[in-house]
């Protein structure tokens, strides 16, 4: 998975308001934005999940989209039964996805 703080990095040169609209969007104050990135916080632990949930990306190889860890995880998490017979491709494609944590070849 991705180094959070990077993406928290990025994610603030890419917001137009900074710090400000990442805070809002992971429902953080300012202030703590900023203690994060200069590294006073203390425990990150929640931010560093929210941080992920919100702003990791996971290529698809089967969807050729970029989706979210959660969503990711949703796709590859469904069992065979609970499956229309369209869907049946991407769920084999989940099972060999080098994305999928069940996968013994996963990089996770």
Known sequence: MSDWLSLLRQAVDADPRG???VAERL???RPAISRVLSGSYGDTGRLAT???ATYARIDCPHLLASLAPAECAAYAGRAYGAIAAADVPHWRACRRCPHNPINPESPQ
Do not use: C, E, N, Q
């Open 50 to 52: 929210k941080v992920l």
């Open 19 to 21: 710090k400000a609209g």
């Open 27 to 29: 429902g953080y104050s």
